[in-house]
């Protein structure tokens, strides 16, 4: 099965980290809760969550457009 991260970090949050720290604790309870994927809409141009999801070793997006669904193999 697949999950999807449970939350959105605020405009003035996003630049202190916020969901650097809470990435890999959300795809722990993910892969325990049986899930095999993790599943992220980020916008195209939010270039440090496609990095966050890059740690997580997430699969490149296969269409470019304003909004690209990140797939993070569990």
Known sequence: GGGEPPGLVEDAWQPKGLA?????????????????????????QNVPMLH???SL???PPRVAGLVLDIHVPL
Do not use: C
């Open 20 to 44: 650097t720290a809470l990435a890999a604790p959300a795809a722990e309870v993910a892969r325990r809760a049986g899930h095999h994927t993790l599943t992220a809409a980020v916008a195209a």
């Open 52 to 54: 966050v999801l890059a």
């Open 57 to 59: 070793d997430a699969s």
